[in-house]
Each structure stands twice: as structure tokens, then as C-alpha cells.
């Protein structure tokens, strides 16, 4: 689950971590109002789930009360485009009123999971904004850190850390006062991500978070009321939001084939070979391991409501979730939805027999796969015949 930024300063904040003074405005005259607190230069943020909203036109320094106003009604209501929102763009119903602070120095500071470590990680270095140009063009002045949860933040991270990033005496005291902090937070609110971008070194000296953004990993709400109360689903694609009342992982991208799966890591291959066979998946929807007949149902009317999706693939493997089982799901909701688009089923597993033999039977236009490849080409012939 993604928040806004006002939102994860205000959650870096609550841990004692220095943020700028500011606020947030849904109105022109709210923007106003914040900026004359302010007291001077503002700058006035467009507040949507997506980087990059700068460049965009979402980011505006004003001179004062009158310029933060002004800015504010350009910004709200516009439907602001960056490299994460896509080509439709996001519309702005908030912006964040802050100070304008004297930047001498962009850090980029983020914190993590390396699943390959299978451990939180620490990184950052010079950089600030254009931290993507500097991996891939310098890697090596992107330090890192891992943190084993047993023994916690230590103070030779924090050491490492000033080290890599260019602090020294008291900056890189209370920069290592930052980041016990900010992993204080990443562990107690379960977050997959902390990322401050830019951290900034003020011209007197002082660190102070630009930018925050934080990501939480949904396994991890039912402990945490208190940010589920932050999730904004204005942001949030209304299929997405859908797929999550039935506990379904539905994410909606923009090909033609529209895939249900049992299975993050089977999700993943399937749109894989879609891609391999010539046509792109619709979307990754993992209905889980223990998927039931009311689940299949509602994974269809949801891909359903994708106009774009011209024919489905569904690729499960019958574990836990009985093949026959799932045959019957299939059969009952593409009957009560009315599907019109070709289906193609590979399954294997408990009971698979008896489940080709239901869905052949079936009278339904469903068409079984021998495997993966098998299914991935009649799905993307089924797309091309659809054209």
C-alpha cells in the first residue's frame, strides 16, 4: 500500500525525525492560507502515488502567498502525467504547501527489502533525484548496508553510511540519529519501502528530508489500523481496488490477454511466455492456492470489466486447489457472466483428468492447453483472430 508524501512526513515526523514546515491544501485559498504561515518562499506539491511529478509540472517555487494560490489552482484538478502514472496521468485533489528551503547538497537515501539477502537494506549516495541515471551509470558510488533484524540498527551502519554518503563531525551525528529513526519506522509500521529523495544538506548545514515516500507490504495491515486509515483509493485503479475485496492480486497492465493465476512466481511466468508467444498480458491476478468457485467468479467479472482483454488465459497448478474443483468454478461463472472472449485452460495436478473432462463436455467455448507454451500460443492466436 502506497501513500502520499504529506502522509509519510507526517509518519517521519511522528518519529522524530526534522521535516519542513508545510501543509496540505485541497483548496487555492488552502494553499494561501499555508503559505502566509509560512511566512515566505513556498513550494507548492502535487500529491499523487507516482514520481517524477517535477518534471511533469506538478512541482512550483512561489514567491509568496499570492504565487502559492495561483500555483495551486494550475495544479489541482490537472491530470498530471510522469514516467510512473502512464499516459493517462493521475488528477491532483491535494498538493502540499511547504517551505523553500537553501540546498546545498541531494542525497538519495532509501530503505528496503534485498530479497536476495533476504535481509532490509540501506542505500543511497550523491545523487538526490537522478539516483536512476547514477545506478546505471556508476553503481559503485551507491553504498550499501544490510541489516540483520536479530541485532537491529548498529552505529557501524550509520558509520559506513556518513562514510558513503560525505558526512562528517556533527552532520554525521545527526544523520545517523536520522536513520535509526527512519528504521525504527520501517520496521514498526512493516513498510517494504522508505525512500528519501532528496535528502537534502541546507546551506547551514543542517539534513532535511525533501521527499518522502513510503510503500507498506499489505501482509502486514491487519496489525496496523492506523495506516490502513491512510490508504487514498482515489489512486488506486477501481479494478485493483475491486480484486482486493476478495483477497484477489489483481494488478491491471495493458495488453490483450487477460491472465488468472494461482501463484505469485506462476503469475509471473505466465506473463512471461504471453510476452514470448507475441501478445502481452492484460493484467497479473494471483487467486492464491486455495482459490473457491465464488473467487474464480469474481476473478472473471474483474477481468471482464478490462475492455481490452480479447481472450483469457488461465494457468493453475492443482496443489492445494483441486483441478476438478476449479473446472466447475470455471464452467459455472463464465454461464452466469456470459463470456464472450475465448478461454484457454491449462491445468495440472489433483483431479486434472476429471477436470479437462468437465470443461470439454462443457459446451462452453473453453479450450484446453497440454502446457504453458501450448496455452500461451492458443491465447495469443485467439487475440490475433480477435483483432
Known sequence: MKIHEYQAKALLAEFGVPVPRGGVAATPGEARAVAEGLGGRAVVKAQIHAGGRGKGGGVKLAAGPDEAEAHARAILGMQLVTPQTGPGGQKVQRVLVEEAMPIARELYLGMLLDRKARLPVIMGG????????????????????????????????????????????????????????????????????????????????????????????????????????????????????????????YIKLDGTVGCMVNGAGLAMATMDIIQRAGAMPANFLDVGGGATAEQVENAFRILMSDANVRAVFINVFGGILRCDLLAQGVIEAVRKLGVKVPVVIRMEGTNVAEGRRLLEGSGLNLTTAADMWDGAQKAARAVRAAA
Open 126 to 249: 550523491p545523487g538526490g533525484m537522478e539516483i536512476e541515471e547514477l545506478a546505471r551509470e556508476k553503481p559503485e558510488a551507491i553504498v550499501r548496508v544490510h541489516v540483520d533484524p536479530t541485532t537491529g540498527f548498529q552505529g557501524y551502519h550509520a558509520r559506513r553510511l556518513a562514510l558513503g554518503f560525505g558526512l562528517a563531525g556533527d552532520q554525521a551525528k545527526a544523520f545517523a540519529a536520522m536513520l535509526r529513526s527512519l528504521f525504527r519506522l520501517f520496521e514498526a509500521k512493516d513498510c517494504s519501502l522508505v525512500e528519501v529523495n532528496p535528502l537534502v544538506v541546507l546551506q547551514d548545514g543542517r539534513l532535511l528530508p525533501l521527499d518522502a515516500k513510503i510503500t507498506f507490504d499489505d501482509n502486514g495491515l491487519f496489525r496496523h489500523p492506523e495506516v490502513r486509515g491512510l490508504r487514498d483509493l482515489d489512486e488506486e485503479s477501481p479494478l485493483e481496488v475491486e480484486a482486493s475485496k476478495f483477497e484477489l492480486n
